[in-house]
């Protein structure tokens, strides 16, 4: 429920009553069809009156005088469907104020709503009439305006005004200014490059940063101010930051490529085996600050030259043009092989010696 605010004055032919957020406005003279209504209010004030609630219907029927041909008020029959005209919604039936027997729409042309202001009988309670009889329009007019807040806020009514509720942003009154974050720097051998919408650093600022040839921005490239207090930060970082130097694995190599320094920010290292290993776990780490991934081991290949097993000939030492039966029927290796001893298999029937020749 609203407030009632219990003034009632004249202004030049304009009678005015205020009930809470609206003030509700007549003509003392001359009495129009509920479209003439209609055009006088939306003229000097906002439109037809929109009536809210129960308390406002008995505060206008105690202030407004009486007039034999009663007020229009903003309610019509669309579509056959009772509407308030100011938002075209329809009338719900909480909201239904009839006097006795009405909507009776006598002759069926009572398309148009009065209201019963200090009649005897149904004071306050509507009634539907024909458009073009002729009334006294009973107007509203709200304080709220689209130019106001600076079109950075929602208005809202209040008791005979409005305040504004600024939109994320923006502060004051009137909305009128932008909220400041904190004025940012360019990072150490970086660049700072901003864009202002609102002022220097305020609300809808954009930093982009940037960095010298030879450094890389660490963090966010750009930052923008979008709430109150933002801790706007320069994350830029020089590229030098070393990583633990990276070691070939065991039967393996390591080939690196660094773009700042030895094993820095940048640096790549791609992991070999020697032949006859396979390398187990990824090819490559990169230095983002710390090194990617893990270091990979080589692990010798499984040759599958027996049934049951075996050692790998890793490195043929000599082309070797003869092999050996190292157990009947079995397995043949080529002579001249190195073996990897750790490959021996268990199940070999016999022990291997570790190079094999001729
Ligand atoms: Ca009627």
Redesign the pocket.
């Known amino acids: 429920m609203w407030p009632i605010w219990g003034l009632s004055t004249s202004w030049g032919t304009v009678l005015w009553v205020e009930v809470g957020a609206w003030t509700y406005h007549y003509s003392d003279q001359g009495d129009y069809t509920w479209e003439q209504a209609r055009n006088y209010c939306q003229t000097f004030f906002t439109d037809l009156v929109a009536i809210q609630n129960q308390q406002e219907i008995e505060y206008l029927n105690r202030s407004l005088p009486y007039h034999k041909h009663y007020y229009w008020i903003g309610i019509r029959k669309l579509g056959g469907t009772w509407t308030w005209v100011g938002t075209r919604k329809a009338l719900t039936k909480e909201a239904e104020n009839w006097a006795l027997g009405?909507?009776?729409?006598?002759r069926s042309n009572?398309d148009c709503v009065e209201i019963y202001i200090q009649r005897p009988q149904q004071a306050g309670k509507w009634?539907?009439?024909p458009c073009s009889r002729k009334k006294k329009a009973l107007c509203y007019q709200a304080s709220c305006q689209p130019s106001l807040c600076s079109q950075r806020g929602e208005c809202l009514e209040t008791i005979g005004s409005y305040r504004c509720q600024c939109y994320p942003g923006f502060q004051g009154p009137e909305c009128t200014d932008a909220i400041t974050c904190p004025v940012l720097r360019a990072p150490e051998q970086g660049e700072l490059n901003c864009s202002h919408l609102h002022g220097n650093f305020t609300f809808g600022s954009t930093c982009a940063f940037s960095c010298q040839a030879g450094f890389v921005l660490m963090g966010p490239e750009s930052r923008e101010c979008t709430f109150p207090g933002s801790p706007l930060k320069c994350f830029s970082v020089p590229a030098a930051i070393t990583c633990p130097v990276l070691r070939a694995p065991v039967q393996g190599e390591l080939n690196c490529s660094h773009l700042h320094g030895n094993f820095t920010f940048g640096s790549t290292c791609a992991f070999s085996c020697q032949a006859g290993f396979v390398l187990m776990g990824q090819e490559s780490r990169e230095s983002t600050g710390t090194w990617t991934g893990d270091t990979p081991h080589c692990k010798g290949k499984s040759c599958g030259l027996t049934r049951l097993g075996g050692p790998c000939c890793s490195r043929v030492l000599s082309p070797a043009p003869w092999a050996v039966t190292l157990s009947p029927g079995l397995s043949v290796y080529p002579l001249g092989c190195q073996f990897i001893p750790w490959l021996a298999s268990p199940h070999l029937p016999i022990p291997l010696p570790s190079v094999l020749s001729s």
């Open positions: 009405e909507p009776n729409n006598r009572q009634n539907d009439e």
